[in-house]
């Protein structure tokens, strides 16, 4: 039991002389209600994430339009293929590093080949983040509620991040990767456990290049807050292993690595209507709340252990949003690129929401009388932080695929397989396999390749589709796009025979997120 001041004894034998309510029992039905409200708002979105995955694992077909291609490369993989070879109609890597491919084709040749084994890497790592999120909130506050509020933060970003919690794509497994570097950086201060944080940074790395942003500003907390070999061990550790992977992955594919790692990107053009939008609609435009909470751990002030949190999660923001801002400037990128940053944004903002309402989570019995100032603060916090809570409502139901779209996926299935020769999809992956016909690349791996000009492969890779459209080499071509292949001559080779889906199916057969677009021009020889 604390002892209570004299002044407050007094105040509250006056409180019962004029049968006033108790200001203990004011702020402990204050807290109560917060809790709760943050509680529930939180397990719904963390519900809504699992649920969805449950139900969206299983669909045999795309639910983002790049997922087959995905899986062709996983494929590639089990099959003993290189993926990083010359640019041919047959194979275009994607711009990515290959440990999400290798991981995943371990878990595909237990399951089966497919969107089953990359999905659920992805799910997994998804709850990694989430776990995370937990452990290191509690750590920092010792409040369950808080910890688990920065849960159900991040979960509530499924939707504006591109609903990418469950897809075959390799962001997730790069965003848990770089944060368990970032927990074990926090946690550790001994060398070796800097080394492993190191580790795990170089497997983000290896996973997806922007990786190396969130490591380097992550290195500067420990060479400026550890001690003797424990400063430099995570950033050594990082640089060596990155540097001799880059070289070996070279040497053994024989110089394509890097064409695809490092040279092509710096080929494209980027996009500067994002360069400002980046910070006023990705990230201000839907996480204001948590960015202004987040300000308040970031400010150092207050007591050393305050300073060297601040400065440990401030590195962490600036690392993610370099690399959430060098991914989205590149032409193509997607929502998804600012998913690092948005889990940057919820822990911080959790931190924040501790800080400025620590009168409401600190779960002590007894309680002394703050002033009306420190109360007001407390609810206009906790009242923002539920306002972004249903600023981020969706429908879940959007996010599902029908009944009639799994019977389109079967319709186009069997038009392919109408075509006793090759049919290329131009923009759709695996559904050749599906069908019992070849691989090709896939729609925007052909176009990183076209759109870098004055590159070799540029013209290599055009004067090899403008052959195979005059040699007929396909029985059919079916296009998301009629226009898609226009430079390149079709119109003089091919004819549009019609269209896949029936008038009555206009809404059928789309992905649920991602490009909104399907096969659907079909292209027979003239």
Not at 316 to 322: D, I, K, P, T, Y
Request: include cysteine; hydrophobic fraction near 45%.
């Amino acid at each position: 039991m604390r002892q209570r001041s004299h002044a407050f004894n007094k105040y509250c034998k006056r409180c019962a002389r004029r049968k006033h309510v108790h200001p203990n029992a004011i702020v402990r039905i204050l807290r109560g209600c917060s809790r709760v409200v943050l509680l529930l708002a939180s397990a719904y979105y963390l519900a809504v994430v699992i649920v969805l995955a449950v139900l969206r694992i299983p669909y045999k077909f795309e639910l983002e339009r790049v997922e087959g291609s995905i899986v062709d490369q996983i494929a590639r993989v089990l099959h003993g293929l290189p993926i990083f070879v010359e640019p041919s109609l047959e194979q275009i890597a994607y711009l990515y590093t290959p440990l999400y491919y290798y991981v995943s084709a371990l878990a595909s040749s237990i399951l089966g080949l497919g969107f089953t084994a990359p999905r659920l890497i992805t799910f997994a790592s998804t709850l990694g983040c989430l776990g995370l999120s937990y452990l290191l909130v509690f750590r920092e506050t010792k409040s369950r509620v808080c910890a688990f509020v920065s849960v159900g933060l991040f979960s509530a970003t499924f939707r504006i991040g591109g609903a990418w919690f469950d897809l075959a794509r390799v962001d997730m497994l790069y965003v848990f990767l770089a944060f368990l570097g970032l927990f074990l950086t926090r946690v550790t201060r001994r060398p070796w456990g800097q080394a492993w944080a190191g580790v795990a940074f170089f497997l983000a790395f290896f996973t997806k290049q922007p990786a190396a942003f969130i490591a380097v500003a992550a290195a500067i907390y420990p060479a400026s807050y550890l001690r003797g070999w424990a400063r430099i061990s995570m950033l050594s550790t990082f640089c060596v292993l990155a540097i001799a992977s880059t070289w070996l992955m070279d040497q053994l594919t024989g110089g394509w690595y890097w064409y695809y790692v490092v040279h092509l990107g710096s080929l494209h053009e980027m996009r500067e209507g994002v360069l400002f939008q980046f910070w006023t609609r990705d990230l201000m435009g839907t996480m204001s709340i948590p960015c202004l909470l987040s300000c308040v751990v970031f400010w150092p002030r207050g007591t050393p252990e305050e300073k060297e949190r601040a400065a440990f999660f401030g590195l962490w923001f600036l690392g993610a949003c370099a690399a959430s801002w060098s991914a989205r400037l590149h032409t193509g990128g997607y929502i998804n690129t600012v998913i690092p940053a948005y889990l940057a944004v919820c822990v911080a903002g959790t931190l924040g929401l501790h800080r400025m309402s620590r009168y409401y989570f600190d779960g002590h019995d007894n309680l002394s009388v703050p002033s009306i100032r420190g109360h007001a603060v407390s609810v206009a916090v906790i009242g923002l932080l539920m306002a972004h809570f249903v600023a981020s409502y969706y429908n879940p139901l959007t996010q599902l695929p029908s009944r009639d779209d799994e019977r389109g996926g079967e319709k186009l299935l069997r038009v392919i397989q109408s075509f006793p020769g090759e049919v290329y999809l131009a923009d759709h992956g695996f559904l050749h396999t599906m069908a019992g016909k070849g691989t090709y690349a896939q729609g925007l791996t052909v176009w990183d390749i076209l759109r870098a000009d004055g590159d070799i492969q540029q013209r290599r890779l055009a004067t090899e589709i403008r052959e195979a459209l005059a040699l007929r080499r396909f029985d059919a071509i079916i296009l998301d796009d009629e226009q898609w292949f226009e430079e390149l001559d079709l119109d003089r080779h091919y004819r549009l025979a019609g269209r896949v889906f029936a008038p009555e199916e206009a809404h059928v057969f789309y992905p649920v997120t991602g490009g909104h677009t399907r096969p659907d021009y079909l292209f027979v020889p003239r």
